[in-house]
């Protein structure tokens, strides 16, 4: 009986890479977890990298899936090497690959929204198709690109930094950034002098964002209604 071939998940033996040797393209699709990070350095530092990165090959280098965290970990360890497992993919379907067999940690609406737009920005895949890839609908795909299109990319940055948690970037921020692109509403920014930091602090709290929001709603209603005023 002929047997299967082997896929690119099996018992593929580690090679040692330099870390110059691999290119980190792919760091902005995960955000940061500080307090995780600190207990894998530590982890390292005691017992050694035990599990290899993930790899695929692309001309005289290679481009990095999974392990960055470990990788973070190890060169401020000062190591000069990684152990990397090599998987024969191209890049888009080891991107998909890796996402399937994630399981330290779930991923998010805003990771999930990152992964989408680089698919379809850096592959040129159809919503049609990165609803079949992710077994969603295309509705699905739609929300989740919106989710990141509207929150500004400075605060992405933070999401992913660990500075500000997700769930506030969807609650309050994004919600903001919808209002302010609204052509009939405009916002005014907060003086820098009630504002110490770009955290959602300047809202009080999501009841006040809340209420702000729904008194402008009942404006634009009203302007609607009233279209000779």
């Avoid at 033996?13 to 330099?18: F, R």
């Avoid at 698919?119 to 609803?131: C, G, K, Q, T």
């Avoid at 077994?135 to 933070?158: C, F, H």
């Avoid at 609650?171 to 110490?196: D, F, N």
């Amino acid at each position: 009986m002929r047997q299967a071939d082997p896929g690119p998940t099996d018992r593929v033996p580690a090679m040692e890479l330099e870390f110059q040797q691999i290119d980190l393209r792919y760091d902005h699709l995960r955000k940061r977890s500080p307090a995780l990070e600190r207990q894998l350095l530590a982890s390292l530092d005691d017992v050694g990298q035990r599990v290899p990165v993930v790899v695929v090959a692309e001309q005289d280098h290679y481009v990095l899936l999974d392990g960055y965290k470990r990788l973070r970990a190890l060169k401020r360890l000062k190591r000069d090497t990684v152990l990397a497992t090599l998987w024969d993919l191209g890049e888009a379907e080891g991107l998909l690959l890796e996402r399937l067999m994630r399981s330290s940690q779930p991923e998010g609406p805003l990771e999930q929204g990152w992964l989408l737009r680089e698919l379809r920005d850096r592959f040129r895949m159809s919503m049609d198709e990165l609803a079949r890839r992710f077994d969603r609908t295309t509705s699905w795909v739609s929300r989740r690109l919106a989710l990141i299109q509207d929150l500004p990319e400075p605060v992405q940055d933070k999401v992913r930094a660990g500075r500000i948690a997700p769930h506030t970037a969807m609650k309050v921020l994004v919600p903001l950034g919808t209002l302010r692109s609204h052509p009939c509403v405009a916002v005014p920014s907060p003086r820098r002098s009630q504002v110490p930091s770009c955290r959602p602090r300047f809202l009080g709290s999501t009841k006040a964002f809340d209420a702000l929001q729904n008194r402008h709603r009942s404006a634009l209603q009203n302007q609607a209604s009233r279209p000779g005023l």
